[in-house]
């Protein structure tokens, strides 16, 4: 690696982590991608966070096996249940959506701190977005910044920084909205048709977007307000996509 | 499960972790065990584990493979390193050991922090010790303080209490001496022949403590100060034992 910034970039394959990755490397950063395998019904997100890391030539890649903790949190969350159809179908309305994942983002920080130090990198990026899903704790500032601290507390290159800082986990897209971050993303040139946001896509030989989970609706009226095409096939389009979020 | 507390025990198979699960046990908790595999040298510490979740009676207990953050990690610390004796032999002298694992202690805490939250538990119990291992930056309260923090703006558990401690670390052991430890173990009936502590076991049928490496000694001067013999076999004792910690 060479000797400008190391960013470790958490990459799930969707929109938003992709958007994060590429500002992450438009801003000069070496970067170690961090994407988790952790039971999600489907593959597709994995194998666009691999397409991501390849064209945006990270220096690194892992692929973190969290089968385990899928399996402990599964019954507690509607996104790792077994049975299909159980993602809710309609937008989020303001509390905790049943998609939330327990401690997800705790984890993910926590892995993405562990590669960082190993690594001697000093931030950790995360696409995480306090607009579209404002129901989350995890993606709040207040968290974000709780977690910097256990950050620079915990670890070896945090206690050494005179500043208290010698981690910082960057969240660039917190404040944005969805059609920001696609305006943002087709600025730096990511390729949208190698991500994917769905939550319960149709079909096996590909899966296809179902064009009517509160991800896909979203997604789709931000593509609608950036005036983009998205260029994803969907097995469905909601009537007006731009009333929808 | 019951309707008492519920409590997340971090239970790594060591006389520490062995103790403030009889101690959560004592108070009354129901307890969920985690355990985490990590490419440790040896599977004593797991076999330990195991033996000290089924006699203390756990409700459940979780063995969490964290075999690819130990390959990744495993450049950044003597622990987790192929070649043997590279663990060192000396006392700690006040800095940071390197037998530190980056960021062990949030990612042990972040996967506590998740098995809590879908288990309904609120408390994470952990073997934490401030003293004989002053060097390691996530042993220290403030670590600890800061973590709890983010466990209760990070889940959907913790954002519902209204005193916002919905979430309670709990590290009873943090400011005791080994033998104080060792005492209140013996107490509360730990069969500390089924504690493991050794980096550095010898042999292979079945390993023994070594009786030399940092973690022996400091473990040899508590029993030896409280009085008390430990019924673990060493390959070999350090002429003074009550010198070295």
């Given amino acids: ?9 958490l990459l799930s394959g969707g929109l938003d982590s992709a958007t994060t990755l590429a500002l992450a490397r438009a801003r000069g950063r070496t970067v170690v991608a961090v994407t988790f395998a952790y039971g999600q019904r489907h593959d597709l997100e994995l194998r666009c966070a691999r397409a991501q890391a390849r064209a ?13 903790f899928g399996s402990i949190v599964a019954p507690a969350t509607s996104l790792l249940r077994a049975s299909p159809h159980s993602v809710p179908r309609e937008d989020p309305t303001g509390g905790i959506p049943n998609t939330y994942v327990p401690a997800r983002n705790t984890l993910f920080l926590a892995y993405g701190l562990a590669v960082a130090e190993a690594a001697s ?7 995480a977005n306090a607009v579209d899903y404002s129901g989350y704790p995890d993606c709040r500032p207040d968290f974000l910044e709780a977690f910097e601290r256990v950050a620079n507390l915990g670890t070896k290159a945090g ?16 404040t944005q909205t969805k059609a920001q971050i696609v305006a943002l993303g087709l600025e730096l040139g990511v390729d949208f048709a190698q991500t994917f946001s769905c939550y319960d896509p149709v079909g096996d030989d590909p899966p296809v977007a ?25 097995a469905s389009r909601p009537g007006n996509t731009s009333n929808t979020s």
């Fill in 121 to 127: 990198a000093t931030e950790i990026w995360i696409g």
């Fill in 56 to 68: 945006q030539g990270v220096a690194r890649h892992h692929v973190i096996d969290l089968f385990t």
């Fill in 159 to 174: 206690r050494a920084a005179p500043d208290g800082r010698g981690i910082r986990i960057e969240a660039p897209l917190l």
């Fill in 210 to 234: 179902c064009g009517v989970c509160p991800s896909c609706r979203i997604r789709l009226a931000g593509f609608a307000r950036a005036r983009h095409p998205d260029p994803l096939p969907y």
């Fill in 1 to 9: 690696m060479t000797g400008s910034t190391r960013a470790v970039v």
